[in-house]
């Protein structure tokens, strides 16, 4: 199961497996 949250420049995925946040910031230059 996997969570994904919009954030505001930036997209946070949660992973259950193991309950760790892996954060991937895109930001458009």
Request: contains cysteine; positive net charge.
């Amino acid at each position: 199961m996997r969570m994904r949250a919009g954030l505001a420049g930036g997209t946070c995925t949660w992973e259950e497996t193991g309950g760790t946040w892996r954060v991937q910031a895109r930001l458009p230059l």
